[in-house]
């Protein structure tokens, strides 16, 4: 991108613009730059930089050209005891006075997952629960514990998950002095990408899951943006922006499905593995694509 920006007269360009990555998987930035002849404080000529961003000045301070950011009252951090509360733009999907905003994943089913101080869990057989309303791009804050009295091993050992569009797990699971497949424990992209380390909490304690999910994008049958995923587990980095390199679901021992085509939104489901693990605090903020 070459040319002369806002008619000032100037005098040198310095730069063009920048090429990022792959087609499809980045918007590209328009970088322009340019020098101008001003006065400085002492009535001088000196040479000042402009650079634009996507056509915005740095440093631009006319809120019609860069409005300030939306203010949000941040929410409250759990303790074992207590769990926090939400931002005050996020959609709270469980606060632990009710389960309204869930429904069984079986269409016209209401849920049997029940809840007790505060916190949900799935019942035997209750199948897994999913958001009633649906979305895409998203930040999602879940709270979780496996349980205390430990039980099985491996994948039986507090097995359940987090579901983003109905589609994508994020592997919930005791993995605390617990060894499994490492693309199959806590806070795996479920048989795609292992954590970068193991945070786990022990058996019992509150973990948190917060997740930064960025949609795929389909183009008739073919994935033209995959799904990227980043993941604190218990505010230790876990997934770092992973671009997902397909869908995780289970197709037998050693394979997880492919991307399927589907919307641009679907539910939150957390997954009934036959062990009672406890969900708490759990909301989400959309975000852009
Ligand atoms: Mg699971």
Same mark, same amino acid.
């Given at each position: 991108m070459r040319g002369i920006q806002l008619g000032v007269a100037a005098c040198g360009l310095l730069a063009a613009?920048?090429?990022?990555?792959?087609?499809?998987?980045?918007?590209?930035?328009?970088?322009?730059? #340019?020098?101008?002849?001003?006065?400085?404080?002492?009535?001088? @000529?000196?040479?000042? *930089?402009?650079?634009?961003? @996507?056509?915005?000045?740095? !440093?631009?301070?006319?809120?019609?050209?860069?409005?300030?950011?939306?203010?949000?009252?941040?929410?409250?951090? $759990?303790?074992?005891?207590?769990?926090?509360?939400?931002? $005050? @733009?996020?959609?709270v999907l469980f606060d632990g006075s009710g389960l309204d905003a869930w429904?069984?994943?079986?269409?016209?089913?209401?849920?049997?997952?029940?809840?007790?101080?505060?916190?949900?869990?799935?019942?035997?057989?209750?199948?897994?629960?999913?958001?009633?309303?649906?979305?895409? $791009?998203?930040?999602? !804050?879940?709270?979780?514990?496996?349980? $205390? !009295?430990?039980?099985?091993?491996?994948?039986?050992?507090?097995?359940?998950?987090v579901f983003l569009m109905g589609q994508y797990e994020v592997q919930v699971l005791d993995s605390y002095g617990n060894t499994t497949y490492p693309d199959g424990q806590a806070s795996a992209l479920y048989g795609r990408s292992k954590p970068l380390v193991n945070a786990s909490r022990k058996p019992g304690e509150w973990q948190i899951y917060d997740i930064i999910f960025h949609r795929p994008v389909f183009e008739g049958d073919?994935?033209?943006?995959?799904?990227?995923?980043?993941?604190?587990?218990?505010?230790?980095?876990?997934?770092? !922006?992973?671009?997902?390199?397909?869908? *995780?679901? #289970?197709?037998?021992g050693h394979a997880v499905t492919h991307y399927v085509p589907h919307g641009d939104k679907g539910p939150i489901q957390l997954q009934d593995h036959g062990n009672p693990v406890r969900f708490r605090n759990i909301w989400i903020r959309e975000l852009q694509d």
């Open positions: 613009s920048v090429a990022f990555g792959a087609a499809g998987e980045f918007k590209k930035p328009v970088i322009e730059e #340019w020098t101008k002849i001003e006065k400085n404080d002492k009535g001088e @000529d000196e040479e000042v *930089t402009y650079m634009t961003i @996507d056509g915005i000045l740095v !440093h631009e301070t006319d809120p019609a050209k860069q409005p300030q950011p939306p203010i949000v009252t941040p929410g409250t951090a $759990s303790t074992q005891e207590t769990p926090g509360t939400a931002p $005050s @733009d996020a959609v429904t069984s994943t079986t269409e016209g089913e209401p849920t049997k997952w029940l809840m007790k101080d505060g916190a949900m869990y799935p019942t035997p057989d209750s199948g897994m629960i999913q958001s009633k309303q649906e979305f895409g $791009s998203c930040q999602l !804050h879940v709270e979780f514990a496996t349980p $205390s !009295h430990v039980e099985g091993e491996g994948q039986g050992r507090g097995n359940s998950g073919k994935v033209v943006k995959r799904a990227t995923f980043t993941v604190l587990h218990n505010g230790v980095l876990v997934q770092d !922006h992973v671009r997902l390199s397909g869908g *995780t679901g #289970w197709n037998g």
